[in-house]
Protein backbone atom coordinates (compact mmCIF):
# COMPACT_ATOMS: atom_id res chain seq x y z
CA UNK A 1 0.00 0.00 0.00
CA UNK A 2 1.11 3.39 -0.65
CA UNK A 3 1.30 5.45 2.21
CA UNK A 4 2.95 8.36 3.70
CA UNK A 5 6.22 6.50 4.93
CA UNK A 6 6.68 4.75 1.72
CA UNK A 7 7.01 8.64 0.34
CA UNK A 8 10.27 9.05 2.20
CA UNK A 9 11.87 5.85 1.64
CA UNK A 10 11.16 4.91 -2.03
CA UNK A 11 12.33 8.70 -3.21
CA UNK A 12 9.17 8.79 -5.63
CA UNK A 13 8.29 12.20 -6.48
CA UNK A 14 4.65 12.95 -5.63
CA UNK A 15 1.57 14.76 -6.46
CA UNK A 16 -1.52 15.87 -6.80
CA UNK A 17 -3.65 13.92 -8.55
CA UNK A 18 -6.98 13.61 -9.71
CA UNK A 19 -8.81 10.02 -10.31
CA UNK A 20 -12.17 9.49 -11.93
CA UNK A 21 -14.85 7.09 -12.14
CA UNK A 22 -18.60 6.19 -12.50
CA UNK A 23 -21.28 3.54 -12.18
CA UNK A 24 -25.04 3.63 -12.50
CA UNK A 25 -27.56 2.17 -9.76
CA UNK A 26 -30.33 -0.10 -10.74
CA UNK A 27 -32.82 2.23 -8.96
CA UNK A 28 -33.36 5.17 -7.09
CA UNK A 29 -33.32 3.12 -3.28
CA UNK A 30 -30.89 3.20 -0.77
CA UNK A 31 -30.23 -0.59 -1.56
CA UNK A 32 -28.91 0.34 -4.80
CA UNK A 33 -26.82 3.39 -4.32
CA UNK A 34 -25.33 1.64 -2.21
CA UNK A 35 -24.59 -1.62 -3.54
CA UNK A 36 -23.36 0.58 -6.66
CA UNK A 37 -21.15 2.81 -4.75
CA UNK A 38 -20.00 0.16 -2.35
CA UNK A 39 -18.66 -1.32 -5.54
CA UNK A 40 -17.47 1.40 -7.23
CA UNK A 41 -14.98 2.40 -3.96
CA UNK A 42 -14.08 -1.49 -3.86
CA UNK A 43 -13.12 -1.14 -7.44
CA UNK A 44 -11.24 1.90 -7.25
CA UNK A 45 -8.93 0.74 -3.73
CA UNK A 46 -8.38 -2.64 -5.29
CA UNK A 47 -6.90 -1.47 -8.37
CA UNK A 48 -4.97 1.76 -7.15
CA UNK A 49 -4.18 0.41 -3.44
CA UNK A 50 -5.61 3.45 -1.94
CA UNK A 51 -4.76 4.35 1.40
CA UNK A 52 -7.99 6.88 2.40
CA UNK A 53 -5.16 9.16 4.47
CA UNK A 54 -3.44 10.12 1.38
CA UNK A 55 -6.94 11.55 -0.66
CA UNK A 56 -7.11 15.21 -0.23
CA UNK A 57 -10.81 14.94 -1.06
CA UNK A 58 -13.76 13.45 -3.22
CA UNK A 59 -16.80 15.16 -5.25
CA UNK A 60 -19.18 13.18 -5.93
CA UNK A 61 -22.16 13.89 -8.70
CA UNK A 62 -25.53 11.91 -8.80
CA UNK A 63 -27.98 12.64 -11.94
CA UNK A 64 -31.28 14.41 -10.72
CA UNK A 65 -33.25 10.98 -11.01
CA UNK A 66 -30.97 9.37 -8.20
CA UNK A 67 -32.00 11.56 -4.39
CA UNK A 68 -32.56 8.47 -1.72
CA UNK A 69 -28.97 9.12 -0.39
CA UNK A 70 -26.24 10.72 -0.26
CA UNK A 71 -23.40 8.86 -2.11
CA UNK A 72 -20.99 10.87 0.15
CA UNK A 73 -22.73 9.47 3.24
CA UNK A 74 -21.59 5.38 1.82
CA UNK A 75 -18.41 6.87 1.26
CA UNK A 76 -17.91 7.88 5.28
CA UNK A 77 -19.13 4.12 5.78
CA UNK A 78 -15.84 2.66 4.56
CA UNK A 79 -13.08 2.04 6.83
CA UNK A 80 -10.56 4.81 6.75
CA UNK A 81 -12.60 7.57 4.80
CA UNK A 82 -14.19 9.18 8.06
CA UNK A 83 -11.70 12.08 7.67
CA UNK A 84 -11.86 12.66 4.13
CA UNK A 85 -13.49 15.93 3.05
CA UNK A 86 -16.40 14.50 1.02
CA UNK A 87 -19.21 16.69 -1.00
CA UNK A 88 -22.16 15.72 -3.34
CA UNK A 89 -23.51 17.49 -5.80
CA UNK A 90 -25.80 17.35 -8.64
CA UNK A 91 -24.95 16.45 -12.18
CA UNK A 92 -25.96 18.97 -14.40
CA UNK A 93 -29.04 17.55 -16.49
CA UNK A 94 -28.42 16.93 -20.37
CA UNK A 95 -31.38 15.82 -21.98
CA UNK A 96 -30.70 11.68 -23.44
CA UNK A 97 -27.27 11.62 -20.56
CA UNK A 98 -27.14 8.58 -18.46
CA UNK A 99 -30.00 7.76 -16.24
CA UNK A 100 -29.14 6.85 -12.46
CA UNK A 101 -25.38 7.86 -12.81
CA UNK A 102 -22.97 8.37 -10.03
CA UNK A 103 -19.55 9.95 -10.43
CA UNK A 104 -16.32 10.90 -8.24
CA UNK A 105 -13.75 13.13 -8.63
CA UNK A 106 -10.96 12.38 -6.28
CA UNK A 107 -7.98 14.47 -5.65
CA UNK A 108 -4.85 12.37 -3.77
CA UNK A 109 -1.49 12.62 -3.11
CA UNK A 110 -0.17 10.09 -5.47
CA UNK A 111 3.32 9.33 -6.93
CA UNK A 112 4.14 10.75 -10.24
CA UNK A 113 5.65 7.69 -12.18
CA UNK A 114 2.72 5.13 -10.85
CA UNK A 115 -0.58 4.62 -13.04
CA UNK A 116 -3.88 5.13 -11.77
CA UNK A 117 -6.90 3.23 -12.68
CA UNK A 118 -10.01 5.01 -13.33
CA UNK A 119 -13.26 2.67 -12.74
CA UNK A 120 -15.94 3.07 -14.54
CA UNK A 121 -18.51 0.46 -14.36
CA UNK A 122 -22.21 -0.99 -15.16
CA UNK A 123 -23.96 1.21 -17.30
CA UNK A 124 -21.36 4.32 -17.06
CA UNK A 125 -18.46 1.96 -18.89
CA UNK A 126 -19.65 3.70 -22.49
CA UNK A 127 -18.65 7.27 -20.74
CA UNK A 128 -14.83 6.96 -20.80
CA UNK A 129 -14.30 3.73 -23.00
CA UNK A 130 -10.55 4.35 -23.42
CA UNK A 131 -10.53 4.32 -19.24
CA UNK A 132 -13.00 1.28 -18.79
CA UNK A 133 -10.82 -1.59 -17.28
CA UNK A 134 -7.33 0.12 -18.21
CA UNK A 135 -4.82 2.02 -16.40
CA UNK A 136 -4.33 5.70 -17.56
CA UNK A 137 -0.92 6.53 -17.93
CA UNK A 138 0.68 9.23 -15.15
CA UNK A 139 0.41 12.38 -16.54
CA UNK A 140 -3.23 11.47 -19.08
CA UNK A 141 -5.90 13.92 -18.86
Given amino acids: MINNKNMKNIG ?3 QVRAIRGATTASENSVAAIREAVRELLDELEARNDINPELIISATFSATRDLDAVFPA ?7 HWCNVPLLDVQQMHVEGSLPRCIRFLIHINWPAQVEIYHPYLR ?15 AGEK
Avoid at 73 to 79: F, H, L, W
Fill in 123 to 137: GAQNLRPDWNLAVAA
Fill in 73 to 79: AIARERP
Fill in 12 to 14: LEW
